[in-house]
């Protein structure tokens, strides 16, 4: 059964995520009874109830420090920092925290396409992570000083119009500023003088950071009363994204061809399809030479990436005729991550012969376990074939993309559920959650509270049953857990 709350626009999220005032103070009265403490509780219901986070987006030419940076900004070390060129990242999008705000980074690292040359390859980095940015931080290397590449990302970045803090790098003592100053030739307002190894500066220029970031960024979605909803047509090179988009189109809206790392403006394309105007998030264009691979990979990664962040659904194409790979898998993870509806659209299925159909569905059971919930549409770009199956499976995601049960309802099942198949006895404890409510929507966002640690794997159970019960068919869900607090404990 699906229990969907249609949206009241853009704002409907507010304060209380998800919960109006009379269902938040009812929920608060209970979490007293239980004896947590208000402002924990407060807080987890902010943190789960919260709308898609800003996006910023870090750019500037190779070897200027930006992997380091971006390190410095998420906190820990996942941004691949090497000298060579070609490094391939498996992820390009991280959170991060800073002064009890949470957003998004989009590290655009260093790789560079020698046959492009850097201007071509450096402009085609900056395109792609500005797309899904809400603000920027161009770095530039303060001992160098302005380059006729960072010249250009200038060019660019004016043309997008979107915030931009001027990280100047490589500043390691006093004698460095003076070096940063000479950084207010571009235009780009004062330069921040950092040491991305050190860490000095960085947080001045943090904070300069969250005064360019939207406090909840404006949705490129969903805001105009019958917009057409916004679809990302996504997968590894060469699967036929183009050759898809130009089959439910009816024409050849996208050139298909072979050239890696190809820049162009992007078009969003306006396509009726089931009766139904959809926009189709462009992300065609990347396409993989051998001896170019790692470098293709990279930039179709940015550019899935920024796809993903402007679309309602991730519709994932992926080819049927081959084995699913570690880069079908890492696209599946981007769209989860990212937080968006998902369908899973497996092409050139026409080709396919009994053998191959059994051995793509035992792919499908180990490789795409994590996905088990998303619709599966079986297509051909060649031909045409079921095509008109890809309204149903978006309209599918968007439901449940979209639903809210109320608290109440929520609770009553948790209930039911914990009473018939209680947690695991651990240590002589017998965890429980205790109550919870669904804080936001797209994609539904939960947080329970328990009187014990909840074990992973009786999380997942949840998960499970909420899907079976709910009906939240092809989104992902998001489950956090508070526990209970020994009263007292927070006053040592």
Do not use: C
Not at 4 to 32: R, V
Not at 142 to 165: F, H, I, Q, S, Y
Not at 308 to 321: F, T
Not at 439 to 468: C, D, N
Request: proline letters at 5%.
């Amino acid at each position: 059964m699906n229990d969907h709350i249609p949206s009241d626009g853009p704002g409907e999220e507010h304060e209380h995520g998800a919960l109006g005032d009379a269902e938040y103070a009812e929920f608060m009265e209970l979490a007293a009874v239980e004896g947590f403490d208000i402002e924990d509780v407060e807080g987890a219901i902010g943190e789960a109830g919260h709308g898609p986070l800003p996006v910023l987006a870090v750019v500037g030419r190779p070897n200027v420090g930006k992997s380091t940076l971006v390190n410095r900004i998420i906190g820990r070390r996942e941004a691949v920092v090497e000298d060579k060129p070609g490094v391939t990242r498996d992820r390009v999008t991280y959170e991060a925290e800073w002064a009890g705000r949470r957003f998004k980074v989009v590290d655009t690292g260093g790789w560079e396409q020698d046959v492009l040359g850097i201007d071509a390859s450096v402009a085609a980095q900056a395109e792609y992570a500005i797309e899904a940015a809400d603000a920027v931080v161009f770095v530039v290397d303060a001992k160098v000083g302005a380059t006729d590449t960072d010249e250009a990302v200038v060019r660019l970045l004016r043309k997008a119009g979107k915030p931009v803090v001027l990280a100047a790098n490589k500043v390691d003592g006093l004698s460095g500023e003076s070096d940063a100053a000479y950084l207010w030739s571009l235009g780009l307002g004062e330069p921040h003088p950092v040491s991305a190894l050190h860490g000095r500066g960085t947080g001045d220029m943090l904070d300069a950071v969250l005064e360019a970031l939207p406090e909840a960024p404006e949705q490129t979605f969903g805001t105009a009363v019958g917009g057409p909803r916004r679809i990302a047509l996504i997968g590894r090179p060469n699967v036929g994204k183009s050759s898809l988009l130009n089959k439910v189109a009816g024409e050849e809206r996208v050139v298909v061809n072979e050239i890696a790392g190809t820049t162009r403006d992007p078009v969003d394309e306006l396509i009726e399809l089931g009766g139904i105007t959809w926009k189709f998030v462009d992300t065609a264009g990347i396409r993989k030479r051998v001896h170019l691979q790692q470098g293709a990979d990279y930039y179709a990664s940015l550019r899935t990436a920024a796809a993903v962040e402007k679309a309602e659904v991730a519709v994932i194409l992926i080819d049927a005729s081959e084995s699913i790979s570690i880069q079908d898998q890492r696209i599946v993870t981007m769209a989860v991550d990212a937080g968006r509806a998902i369908v899973l659209a497996f092409n050139k299925w026409d080709t396919l012969d009994e053998e191959r159909r059994y051995y793509l569905e035992r792919e499908i059971e180990t490789e795409l376990a994590q996905v088990a919930w998303a619709p599966r549409v079986n297509v051909s770009a060649r031909t045409g074939r079921h095509m008109e199956k890809l309204v149903p499976g978006i309209e599918t995601a968007l439901a449940g993309w979209e639903t809210r049960v109320p608290t109440g309802r929520l609770n009553a099942f948790l209930g039911e559920l914990v009473a018939a198949h209680p947690h695991p006895v651990r240590g002589g404890k017998q965890p429980r959650i205790l109550f919870g409510t669904q804080a936001g929507t797209k994609p539904p966002r939960f947080v329970f509270f328990a009187s014990g640690f909840i074990e992973a794997g009786y999380r997942r159970f949840i998960e499970r049953r909420l899907r079976e019960e709910f009906s939240f068919e092809g989104t992902p869900i998001h489950i956090s857990v508070r526990v209970r607090e020994k009263r007292g404990a927070k006053k040592k």
